[in-house]
């Protein structure tokens, strides 16, 4: 997938015709620019167009209400969760193996798994320059000391950072020093790269060309140490480069790492540096973001998947590979590149932690995956990674019963701002979900439930050190203001069922007048300025809503925020749903994906809530029917479901209370039946219904239910 979104070609002069293709996909491409950069010059071109890398998946399920609006914002959900599902095998070798080497064209750095702990050591490789120049880089994580050798300029340039150029985090300059002319840079080059402590050498056919003093590089992932790390190899847009005889030592001179980049370590190449195909289904953050797996966009892509596309085996590969990413004393993966191959066989490279409330999210997810397929056989495959997970955490539980991790750990969403410290109510309320969930599944995998008291007593402790009972407000850490409102967190609290008044706590998730779109922060210091506005911290609250029968203001809230991305006049239209925005209803900024997994909430929770279906059984051998009525007089929907289509239809007129409820159940299924709360059966209830619920079994036909308001 290519990482900068455009890409240079050169023609010679030439009247025969010719063709063109990019080597690298441009993933959720709207529209292609072309500049013709060579000053009187022309170029004739006869056609132009786009290639699809594959079949776009098509709904297996439908979501269709009398609100046009909602019907627009759930189709361009769906089509965002298809950009954001990765078949396996769909992605293309980035890199190409050949004779005389490896060929890396320009694209984001790609760091060695092996050594992502490295600190002291020499690195020598040899390079042949084919356009533009060569790039490399030491420490390497997701971030790290990257080095760009530039034929045009005769120079070479450090720079700290994910990449040489802006981004989230911009890079910070480092150096840049003059190529002297008795350096041929024509032919193969011998490179070595020497880290000792806070310093970094580096040599170019024997020249010493730079030296860089007093460095503190730290890893924004993983916690590794400062000044640690991998190689990695990339480069701007418009560099090409052979690689081969790669050799990393250590300050002994014991051999890390040996690699000769020649065809016979072509496997091990790719899956060395994650730049060979997937071989797994996977999801991915976003098409224009980093085109990775992450659990907290897995935890909301996942769900979106269940209610739209099917594709169980994307979640599945999602969560085989992050398991499969694990440190010996539990900590699992909870961020991955898609074409990494799974760490059972190694140790986990660092880069593969992120943030440990995603980590727990990842259980979550789990959970969801279980009852959505039925495929017990996976939770008694990663059981014992999933219980470590909870021993890991349970590892950092205070005297106050509270979950206190070390900074490295504690990123969320918003990593511009960094950690939140301390006793963070997103990790804590993340681990009494993931308790919760772990003994949801004990019967499947065969164990006795000890995680329900853990989750109760969890619960107290977050209620005692966490929760404002005077302002209502589940506060986003101990260390941050008691008034101050995340909006995730909030709501995370109320849908967990933590929230000791979540009545009133829901309350506060409801924008006021003068807010044009929600804000995910409120009257927090250091957080409340960003400016930021965020589908996936909305969803949260949007859920929250919905469970507490808020119907209304929850459409509202789903109106407000994708409505924007969904106006179709607007020059940003895109077709998906994004990843943040401004207070103006625009992109966050230029780096911000438009077609983001984490944002498609309203998929899953349109016709979650509005038609009021989810399983209770894996499976869905058995589910339930409790629609949230939200001023809609119909609304439709289908779940395909392994046993069958589930659909429900529900028709109502508020004005006069009355309205009908129709089913259709898949054979082998029960489904548990409720009219919307405040509302009864019409006609004397079936001889099975308990506390106004209809038990219906599997039938050719539908059920039709009419309902009434109580009076």
């Not at 009133?504 to 300025?529: F, H, N, S, V």
């Not at 899953?604 to 038609?611: N, S």
Request: net charge negative; with cysteine; glycine share 8%.
């Amino acid at each position: 997938m290519n990482s900068y979104r455009h890409e240079t070609h050169r023609f010679e002069t030439s009247t025969l015709p010719g063709r063109v293709e990019s080597y690298f996909a441009q993933k959720a491409q709207r529209y292609q620019k072309l500049v013709l950069k060579t000053p009187h010059s022309t170029l004739n071109i006869s056609s132009i167009g786009f290639t699809h890398t594959r079949v776009p998946h098509s709904s297996q399920c439908s979501f269709k209400c009398s609100n046009e609006l909602l019907n627009q914002i759930w189709l361009d959900g769906v089509r965002t969760v298809d950009m954001c599902t990765v078949d396996a095998g769909e992605v293309s070798d980035a890199w190409e193996v050949i004779d005389r080497g490896t060929r890396i064209r320009g694209q984001h750095w790609a760091p060695c798994r092996h050594g992502t702990g490295w600190g002291d050591k020499t690195v020598k490789f040899e390079v042949l320059i084919e356009n533009g120049g060569a790039s490399w880089g030491v420490h390497m994580n997701a971030n790290g000391l990257i080095f760009c050798l530039d034929v045009a300029t005769r120079s070479l340039k450090a720079v700290e950072g994910f990449s040489d150029t802006g981004g989230i985090f911009p890079p910070q300059q480092r150096g840049l020093w003059p190529i002297e002319t008795s350096v041929d840079l024509t032919g193969w080059l011998r490179i070595q790269t020497v880290t000792r402590g806070f310093d970094v050498t580096v040599t170019i056919n024997d020249h010493d060309i730079a030296t860089l003093a007093d460095l503190k590089i730290r890893s924004m992932k993983g916690g590794a140490p400062n000044n640690t790390g991998s190689v990695t190899f990339g480069g701007p847009e418009n560099y090409t480069a052979i690689y081969r005889f790669l050799q990393v030592t250590d300050a002994e001179d014991l051999v890390l790492y040996q690699n000769n980049l020649l065809p016979q370590d072509k496997h091990r190449t790719l899956a060395d540096f994650a730049v060979g195909t997937n071989n797994l289904a996977c999801t991915v953050d976003g098409a224009k973001r980093d085109g990775a797996l992450f659990a907290g966009d897995l935890f909301v892509i996942g769900r979106s998947i269940f209610y739209s596309t099917g594709t169980l085996e994307a979640v599945l590969g999602s969560i085989r590979l992050l398991t499969s990413h694990q440190v010996k004393d539990g900590y699992l993966g909870n961020l991955c590149p898609i074409q990494a191959p799974t760490s059972e066989d190694i140790e986990a490279p660092s880069y593969a932690f992120y943030s440990l409330s995603y980590a727990l999210l990842l259980i979550v997810a789990v959970k969801d995956y279980w009852l959505h397929s039925g495929d017990s056989s996976l939770i008694q495959s990663i059981w014992e990674k999933l219980d470590k997970m909870i021993e890991f955490t349970e590892s950092h539980v205070d005297d106050r019963g509270l979950v206190v991790a070390p900074t490295p750990l504690l990123m969320d969403w918003f990593p511009r701002n960094g950690p939140i410290f301390g006793a963070s109510g997103k990790v804590n309320l993340a681990y009494y979900d993931a308790l919760k969930c772990m003994s949801r599944m004990c019967d499947s995998a065969g164990v006795t439930d000890r995680y329900a008291s853990r989750a109760e007593v969890l619960k107290d402790c977050i209620i005692a050190h966490l929760w404002n009972e005077e302002a209502h407000i589940m506060k986003m850490s101990d260390k941050f203001s008691p008034t101050g409102l995340c909006q995730d967190i909030q709501a995370y609290s109320i849908t967990t069922g933590v929230s000791p008044s979540p009545a009133a706590a829901a309350q506060a998730l409801i924008p006021g007048p003068d807010e044009p779109l929600p804000l995910p922060y409120k009257e927090i210091q250091g957080w409340t300025d960003k400016g930021v506005v965020s589908p996936y911290a909305t969803g949260f609250a949007v859920e929250a809503l919905f469970e507490k029968n808020r119907g209304s203001s929850a459409v509202e809230l789903v109106e407000r925020l994708w409505g924007v991305m969904a106006d179709k006049s607007s020059a940003n239209y895109s077709g998906g749903h994004w990843e943040a925005l401004k207070a103006d209803g625009t992109p966050f900024s230029a780096h911000t994906s438009l077609v983001h997994g984490w944002s498609t909430w309203p998929v899953y929770l349109l016709p979650r809530y509005l038609g009021g279906i989810e399983p209770l059984e894996p499976g869905w051998s058995r589910y339930r029917v409790r629609p949230v009525l939200a001023g809609l007089e119909d609304v439709e929907v289908e779940v395909s479901t392994p046993a069958g289509m589930a659909r429900v239809e529900l028709h109502v007129r508020e004005p006069t209370g009355t309205g009908r409820m129709t089913l259709t159940v898949p054979r082998g299924a029960v489904a548990e039946v409720s009219p919307p709360l405040g509302w009864i059966f019409e006609r004397e209830a079936p001889a099975d219904s308990e506390n106004n619920t209809v038990i219906v079994l599997d039938q050719t036909s539908k059920s039709q239910f009419d309902i009434r308001r109580l009076v």
